[in-house]
Structure formats: structure tokens, C-alpha cells
């Protein structure tokens, strides 16, 4: 498509106030935008869709101003760029994957910093399924914690989309996996893709004699060897599962808290940590990922894992823009396993 030809609006999500799933905002009227300095525009084949999302919309996020498209990431075909510095293999024409904001949308302005081409055989489906979710599983694994072979590692909610990623890069480094998992089907499937042993959430355990998270910091132990607990967990949930997460660490370990998919972890007191001296982060992507050598470094990585087949890209479900109210009701009620992607 020429520049020229470009309609001057177009659909989009977005909202003009926060809450619930009532203030997605169908939008006919967006302005096409122009690509400036360092950036290209594309048109999106896919978009991903994360817990990120839901953040913006709900206000624990704030956004910058409204009304605010949603939307992280995408894949499509760039159809302009801008002036400046932009990689040469970023023409229009090509296939691509980005990070960036406003997806939620026929055509979406990204950074040429944190925009990839794609390997010819790698779809838009799969870059978008697979960019932001699989950078941050690899920098968590690298940079976070940095897992060595033979590790014992946590991951909670090991059937989402963040958890299938760490648990087939863990099994693939040589780590050793524990996940948690909500039902017997997606526990079948965290060890499908790679956990070695999956048990249900901290609250399942409790009794009369024990808190939820000191039963279950029992039953993760008992998986570890000698009982000392993994050296590090990679927990996206939240609230609800970060005591269990700090009573079953192993002494010297990592509590890598990424998400907050059951809520905030409310505030506490940092001397909790100093028993077992465990390191405690609340990493973000893009602190990892801020210069294109870095981008670069790990998406080319990722896309070589993606062109020869070496992890598995599993898609949840593909709605349709004007079904993203659906999409957000299905991850926030944890019903997903795998990736949710928009098509335009």
C-alpha cells in the first residue's frame, strides 16, 4: 500500500476513563498516524494482547493521557518510515514484529529501536504471539535470575502464557521446574511443556494446623532436593501466591515477582527477606531491553528459536477488535492457557 493511500482514520480500542471491561471504547475516528523520527508505521496482522493491558485499563498502570489506545505489541507489514536513523533491514514491505504502544489498532507508530524483521518463516501470528512474552521469559531466566543447569526453579501459573515460555527455556537451559496450575487439564500441560512436577495454587493447601503459604512451602520443598526449596521464583501472580513464594525459596535464592495477575503485592516489611538473605526484584522488560543492541541481541535470539522449531508459540484464542471486551474477561479470569491475540 503507498503512503498515499492510506485512509486518513481508522478502527481502534480505546478508553477514556478507567475500570472494567465496560470502558473499552470502539473507535471508528482514530487519525492514521505519520511516522517521525526513528520510527515506522505498520499495519498490524496480529496484536498480542497481555495482563499489561488489563493494568492500563483498570488504573493500577496510569496511562499517559486519554483517550489511551491499549495495546503492547503487534506484527504486520511496515508500510512507511520515518527520518533519522532506522535500521536498513526495516523497509516498507517487510514483515515485522514490535514492542510498542497504541496496537490496539489497524496501524500502530513503533520505535525502529524495538521493531524486528521476521525470518521468512515465521509468521505475523507467531511474532506477535511470541515477542513480548518471550523476551521477558528470556531476561527473566538471563538477567533477573540468571538459571544454571541443574537448578530447581518455581514458576507459578506454569500453564499461562508467561508460564509456557519459562518452562520450555527453563527445560531447555537444563533447570528443573515445579509450576502451579488452577485445574488437572492445565497441569497436564504446564508438563507438557516442560515442568517436571505441577501443583495446585497456595490456596488449595490450607488446613486448620497450616496457612495456605506454609503448606505450601511445604509440598514445593518436599519436590526440591534435601528440602532447601528452589533457588528461584518466577511469580506473575501476584497478591495471592508472594507469601508462599517467600516461605518455599531456598536460602541465598531469587524471588522474581513480575506481575500482578491476582493484584498488587501490598506493601511489607523488607526485613522479611533477611532470614534466608533472599534477593527480592519486581522486574520490568524494557529496563532490560532499552538500547537496540540489547532489543536486537535477544530478538534474533528469539527468532532463531522460532525458525527452527525449537519452542512452541501456543495461541489461546484470536478475537476480533470488536471482541476485545471477551479477550479481557477471558485473562483476567485466568481461563487462558497460552497466548490471546486481536486481529484487525
Not at 498480542?48 to 499517559?64: C, E, H, Q, V
Not at 516442560?194 to 505450601?216: K, Q, R, T, W
Request: some cysteine; hydrophobic content about 40%; charged content about 20%.
Amino acid at each position: 500500500m503507498a503512503t498515499a493511500d492510506l485512509p486518513e482514520t481508522m478502527k481502534g480500542v480505546a478508553i477514556s476513563r478507567t475500570g472494567g471491561v465496560e470502558v473499552l471504547e470502539q473507535r471508528n475516528d482514530l487519525p492514521v498516524p505519520s511516522p517521525g523520527d526513528g520510527q515506522v508505521l505498520v499495519k498490524n496482522d496480529f496484536i498480542g494482547i497481555n495482563y499489561i493491558d488489563t493494568y492500563f485499563r483498570s488504573g493500577l498502570y496510569p496511562a499517559p493521557s486519554f483517550p489511551y489506545t491499549l495495546g503492547r505489541e503487534g506484527a504486520g507489514t511496515i508500510i512507511s518510515t520515518g527520518s533519522g536513523d532506522i535500521n536498513p533491514t526495516l523497509k516498507p514491505g517487510t514483515q515485522v514484529a514490535y514492542l510498542g504502544q497504541s496496537a490496539y489498532a489497524e496501524y500502530t507508530l513503533a520505535s525502529s529501536t524495538h521493531t524486528i524483521a521476521l525470518p521468512p518463516n515465521v509468521s505475523t501470528k507467531q511474532g506477535a504471539a511470541a515477542l513480548l512474552q518471550g523476551l521477558t521469559a528470556i531476561t527473566l531466566i538471563r538477567e533477573a535470575h540468571h538459571v544454571q543447569p541443574g537448578d530447581w526453579v518455581l514458576v507459578h501459573a506454569a500453564s499461562g502464557g508467561m508460564g509456557l515460555w519459562l518452562c520450555q527455556l527453563l527445560k531447555a537451559v537444563g533447570a528443573h521446574v515445579v509450576g502451579t496450575a488452577s485445574t488437572p487439564e492445565k497441569r497436564q500441560l504446564a508438563q507438557k511443556y516442560g515442568a517436571e512436577i505441577v501443583l495446585e495454587y497456595p490456596e488449595a493447601y490450607a488446613s486448620d494446623s497450616n496457612s495456605a503459604a506454609s503448606a505450601f512451602a511445604a509440598k514445593v520443598k518436599e519436590a526440591t532436593p534435601g528440602g532447601a526449596g528452589p533457588i528461584a521464583v518466577f511469580d506473575g501472580v501476584g497478591a495471592a501466591t508472594f507469601d508462599a513464594s517467600l516461605d518455599c525459596v531456598a536460602r541465598k535464592g531469587s524471588l522474581v515477582s513480575f506481575g500482578n495477575a491476582s493484584g498488587a503485592v501490598p506493601p511489607f516489611t523488607i526485613a522479611r527477606l533477611a532470614p534466608k538473605n533472599v534477593k527480592l526484584l519486581r522486574p520490568q522488560l524494557f529496563p532490560y531491553i532499552s538500547s537496540r543492541e540489547e532489543f536486537e541481541g535477544y530478538a534474533v535470539e528469539l527468532m532463531g528459536m522460532l525458525e527452527k522449531g525449537k519452542v512452541d508459540v501456543r495461541v489461546h484464542d484470536v478475537y476480533g477488535l470488536d471482541d476485545v471486551a471477551h479477550a479481557h474477561r477471558d485473562i483476567e479470569g485466568r481461563v487462558t492457557t497460552g497466548k490471546l491475540l486481536l486481529k484487525p
